[in-house]
């Protein structure tokens, strides 16, 4: 028996105040501006593989479809590539909603499981937060073995590259005055009303 999937979406399925939040962060204002014309649709170069368009996610956040916004796949995708961002006519800064859903997403916990996008970014602030860089090899290190544990069998020629050449580094770089890094980036959480800590 086939299942069938409900695609109307509900007034129940709606989280008020979500569109108000996203709005909030700095760099998210306008998107009560968008007039759904569909350009950052069409010049998204990924928006082929998306589960809905950056059209629909802006209509979607307008219409505080929280739980439909954050489960999806498309603010993943997202290059960042800026296309939409310099294409829009109302210029609303699309890029930045998108990097606040991420950020949202990754806060909350709802995000594809094993999926490197977001394993990558919150490996990236730990590892920022804790050390005040980030060590590249350890980095890639934690990402496959978060995401895809089978992919360092799979890169052992590379590796052995990376040793013979003197680029595969196993020990964390650091920075002096970690704890003012910290205070930095708290502060800059504060401002934004988004949650740099995974």
Request: charged fraction near 25%.
């Given at each position: 028996?086939?299942?069938?999937?409900?695609?109307?979406?509900?007034?129940?399925?709606?989280?008020?105040?979500?569109?108000?939040?996203?709005?909030?962060?700095?760099?998210?204002?306008?998107?009560?501006?968008?007039?759904?014309?569909?350009?950052?649709?069409?010049?998204?170069?990924?928006?082929?593989?998306?589960?809905?368009?950056?059209?629909?996610?802006?209509?979607?956040?307008?219409?505080?479809?929280?739980?439909?916004?954050?489960?999806?796949?498309?603010?993943?995708?997202?290059?960042?590539?800026?296309?939409?961002?310099?294409?829009?006519?109302?210029?609303?800064?699309?890029?930045?909603?998108?990097?606040?859903?991420?950020?949202?997403?990754?806060?909350?916990?709802?995000?594809?499981?094993?999926?490197?996008?977001?394993?990558?970014?919150?490996?990236?602030?730990?590892?920022?937060?804790?050390?005040?860089?980030?060590?590249?090899?350890?980095?890639?290190?934690?990402?496959?073995?978060?995401?895809?544990?089978?992919?360092?069998?799979?890169?052992?020629?590379?590796?052995?590259?990376?040793?013979?050449?003197?680029?595969?580094?196993?020990?964390?770089?650091?920075?002096?005055?970690?704890e003012e890094l910290a205070r930095m980036l708290d502060a800059a959480a504060n401002n934004n009303?988004?949650?740099?800590?995974?």
């Amino acid at each position: 028996m086939m299942e069938i999937k409900r695609t109307i979406k509900y007034e129940a399925d709606r989280v008020r105040g979500f569109a108000q939040e996203i709005m909030s962060v700095s760099g998210c204002e306008q998107l009560k501006s968008c007039i759904q014309c569909g350009t950052c649709s069409g010049t998204c170069p990924l928006s082929i593989y998306m589960d809905f368009s950056p059209r629909q996610v802006m209509a979607l956040v307008r219409a505080d479809f929280k739980n439909e916004v954050l489960s999806s796949r498309t603010v993943w995708l997202c290059a960042s590539c800026y296309a939409c961002t310099v294409e829009c006519p109302r210029q609303i800064r699309i890029t930045d909603i998108m990097y606040a859903l991420k950020q949202r997403a990754i806060k909350e916990g709802v995000y594809p499981k094993r999926f490197p996008i977001p394993i990558l970014a919150k490996e990236f602030s730990r590892m920022v937060r804790s050390k005040g860089r980030i060590t590249e090899t350890l980095l890639v290190m934690r990402l496959f073995l978060k995401a895809n544990w089978r992919a360092v069998f799979q890169s052992w020629r590379l590796g052995l590259g990376l040793i013979r050449t003197g680029r595969f580094v196993a020990r964390h770089e650091r920075i002096e005055r970690r704890e003012e890094l910290a205070r930095m980036l708290d502060a800059a959480a504060n401002n934004n009303g988004a949650a740099t800590r995974p």
